[in-house]
């Protein structure tokens, strides 16, 4: 364009042997200026086309990060990255409502501000709460807000609720925000405030799970008050042998999970047999032998839980192969299966039972170390017995506390109690247990004995 303009003049002087006439070059000149004025008018949509194609490059890539994000905070620090990136030469800001009328927050590049004084900055950012983005043209040449040209907001809302308000700040004077750039800072908020709506949505539904689960849970603890607090129990302890083997946080939690329901096809057995106090005929202990199947048929309704049902058709299989349902044999157990087992022979060992007390932690371990090989996965064995030595050993208070963990939400604390004064229930679930081990269940059963047929009751 520039060579053309370069063209015209030429043009105007060649005209008449150098001689210029006077209409041609009014002509010419109009035609100079219209085309200089469409060059600026072009170079100016260039330049805003340049940033279009910038905003879209911030949309898209906040729209490919955003869905893996799973915690509110981690939304609003990535909004913060792709504003910082997107206003790279620009101030940019989180404000943090405290309440309806306040906002807690210290923006570093705008230390002289105090929000608690500057009724200028409230008023703005409570008038933000309401737009979409503010754009300040004209901001007040006082001492705190020195230096500051321009100033933009928009909040970052979940439905009614406001999360954060981002602020972006101009202090140099080549630097212009624009209405475009309050476009963009709108997309990137209403995006980030409705996956945070998302998210919260996938907590109260996750939360909604959890309470069901624990509500079945309490159902099993009901039906059998000897294990009120058991399938807590058994999932904190699994989950604390999870994290000790260094799973992750999906595997960690299908085992507390798989933990948690792996005695919910009791609800199946019948009363008689559950609680029997004598010894149980051969029909009754296979009645009881079906439980972790019927567990397994109950949960695996639901496909969410998929990956929790090897732990919970497999908690009673032995290391020695002579376990049930499957007879799976040393590491063809599903490791689910052996870290729930270890944790629900402990939890067994520890409980209260109509023939005899708990043991004590010492006493449960000692069992387990001999019951290694045979009926526990010995190096699951090994961590699990360092892990309760570990954090019971010096702490009387801990292992106190842990003994009554559960029991609230299980079948409370009256049905502990109550399964501590009756000695009318005959444990007959434990005694099923054996596995072909021997029904002894008197207290101080054997090692031999013991863990197997704890375990197979629990
Ligand atoms: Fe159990
Ligand atoms: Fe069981």
């Avoid at 997107?86 to 009328?101: E, T």
């Avoid at 039906?223 to 999932?235: E, F, I, L, N």
């Avoid at 192969?321 to 499957?326: E, Q, T």
Wanted: proline share 3%; with cysteine; hydrophobic share 40%.
């Amino acid at each position: 364009m520039k060579e053309l303009l370069q063209k015209i003049e030429s043009a105007r002087r060649s005209v008449q042997g150098g001689q210029v006439d006077v209409e041609l070059d009014a002509l010419l000149g109009q035609l100079t200026d219209q085309t200089g004025r469409v060059m600026r008018e072009h170079e100016g949509m260039a330049e805003e086309l340049l940033g279009l194609y910038e905003q879209l490059g911030a949309v898209f890539e906040i729209a490919r990060k955003l869905p893996q994000v799973r915690d509110e905070n981690e939304v609003v620090q990535l909004l913060r990255n792709t504003v910082e990136e997107s206003f790279s030469r620009h101030l940019v800001g989180v404000v943090w409502p405290k309440d309806d009328a306040e906002f807690d927050f210290r923006l570093e590049w705008w230390p002289k501000c105090d929000p608690r004084q500057c009724e200028w900055l409230n008023s703005l950012l409570r008038d933000s709460v309401a737009e979409a983005s503010i754009l300040v043209r004209d901001v007040p040449k006082t001492e705190c807000l020195a230096g500051l040209i321009q100033v933009m907001t928009a909040p970052v809302a979940c439905g009614s609720d406001l999360v954060c308000i981002l602020v972006i700040g101009r202090n140099d004077a080549a630097l212009e925000l624009r209405a475009s750039d309050m476009s963009l800072l709108e997309i990137l908020c209403t995006f980030s405030g409705d996956l945070i709506a998302n998210i919260r949505l996938h907590h109260q539904l996750r939360q909604i799970s959890v309470d069901l689960v624990l509500s079945l849970v309490c159902a099993i603890d009901q039906k059998d008050p000897y294990t009120s607090g058991h399938s807590m129990r058994v999932g904190h302890y699994a989950k604390s042998l999870g994290q000790e083997l260094g799973q992750n946080a999906e595997e960690l939690q299908m085992l507390e999970w798989s933990a948690l329901l792996h005695d919910v096809g009791k609800i199946g057995i019948r009363d008689d047999v559950l609680k029997k106090a004598g010894k149980l005929t051969e029909e009754e202990f296979n009645h009881i032998k079906e439980h972790p199947v019927r567990s397994f048929e109950v949960v695996s309704r639901v496909p969410q839980l998929r990956a929790a049902l090897d732990g919970i058709r497999h908690h009673h299989e032995r290391y020695d192969g002579k376990g049930y349902p499957d007879g799976l044999k040393g590491e063809g157990i599903p490791l689910q299966a052996r870290v729930i087992q270890v944790a629900d022979i402990f939890d067994a060992l520890t409980s209260s039972r109509s023939y005899r007390k708990a043991f004590d932690w010492q006493k449960a371990l000692s069992i387990i170390a001999e019951e290694s090989g045979t009926v526990v996965d010995p190096h699951l064995g090994a961590v699990f017995t360092k892990m309760i030595r570990r954090r019971f050993e010096n702490d009387p208070q801990a292992w106190e506390a842990m003994t009554r963990y559960g029991q609230s939400s299980g079948g409370g604390a009256a049905d502990a109690e109550t399964a501590g004064a009756t000695s009318t229930d005959g444990g007959a679930s434990d005694a099923a247990a054996s596995s072909g081990a021997g029904a002894s269940t008197a207290a101080g059963a054997s090692a031999a004995t013991g863990a197997g047929g704890e375990q197979t009751g629990s």
